[in-house]
């Protein structure tokens, strides 16, 4: 019997509170030490079962908005990337330990949301928006980062905040 737990739907809470933090990643790796780890990629692809997390980023993201207010973002970031060698398969208690070998870059005492790099069609970013456990594997099911203007008090103070767009006449100065 498969146990589907989900993190993020587009219209949930905030995504701050939504996202796969990696201390919740590390406790269901735990868990499962000896069962596949898998990753589903948002158009219901899935990664295949050979890849490789050939790297563990702390990715810290310092940017300025079109309002001109300052921001910083930080991820624990995962490359995984596909091989020749098809008889591969990563195991959750081996990924627990690439991890715990981690710990000399990811900053210390700080939750990290979770994110997986992979290359499709072009390099993109994930965030982790829900994992499966089944008898045989740990699936995370991968979501799409959107794009916002942070600044919509100064870019479109006469528009709900639910219109797309970022074109006002005080936008981006």
């Known amino acids: 019997?498969?146990?589907?737990?989900?993190?993020m739907d587009r219209n949930d809470a905030?995504?701050?509170t939504s996202i796969m933090k990696?201390?919740?990643f590390k406790v269901l790796l735990e868990?499962?030490?000896?069962?596949?780890?898998?990753?589903?990629?948002?158009?219901e692809n899935a990664v295949p079962v050979c890849f490789h997390i050939t790297e563990v980023a702390h990715v810290q993201k310092r940017f300025i908005d079109c309002g001109g207010k300052t921001h910083t973002t930080q991820t624990c970031q995962l490359q995984a990337w596909v091989w020749r060698?098809?008889?591969h398969r990563l195991l959750a208690g081996k990924m627990a330990d690439i991890l715990n070998i981690s710990k000399k870059v990811l900053p210390e005492g700080q939750d990290l949301d979770l994110e997986i790099e992979y290359e499709e069609t072009t390099i993109s970013q994930y965030p982790?928006?829900?994992y499966t456990v089944s008898e045989d594997a740990v699936t995370l099911r991968l979501g799409y980062k959107h794009t916002d203007c942070l600044a919509k008090d100064v870019c479109l103070p006469n528009t709900p905040s639910n219109e797309a767009g970022c074109c006002g006449?005080?936008?981006c100065q």
């Open 1 to 7: 019997m498969a146990v589907s737990i989900k993190l």
């Open 128 to 130: 982790v928006t829900s």
């Open 14 to 16: 905030p995504e701050e």
């Open 31 to 43: 868990a499962h030490r000896e069962k596949q780890f898998r990753l589903v990629l948002p158009n």
């Open 85 to 87: 060698d098809s008889e």
């Open 22 to 24: 990696l201390s919740a």
């Open 169 to 171: 006449p005080s936008c």
